[in-house]
């Protein structure tokens, strides 16, 4: 296992009353229950490593034209093109 990181956290005292009490209640060091609180708000956000490679979230596949080449078209382009279709214009 890695060495554990050690810092300095300033916190709320209120806040330290309320994870104090917490990690009472479920049988854990405050320490251990900070340490709890950020891996579940890691997971949650979907920042955990599954393993050694970071998983990067997946972005939405780009329209394709009709020849399979992506449409790389700005959005003002895409009105102009429109425009320059349409007969009427």
């Not at 955990?48 to 020849?67: H, L, N």
Request: one cysteine or more.
């Amino acid at each position: 296992m890695a060495p554990r990181k050690a810092f300095l956290l300033r916190i709320d005292p209120e806040l330290w009353r309320a994870i104090e009490a917490w990690a009472a209640d479920e049988l854990r060091s405050v320490n251990g229950q900070i340490e709890y609180l950020l891996g579940c708000a890691v997971k949650d956000a979907g920042r955990a490593r599954s393993s050694k490679t970071r998983e990067r979230p997946r972005r939405p596949p780009e329209e394709a034209e009709p020849d399979g080449r992506p449409d790389r078209r700005s959005s003002s382009e895409e009105e102009e093109g429109e425009a320059q279709d349409d007969p009427r214009a």
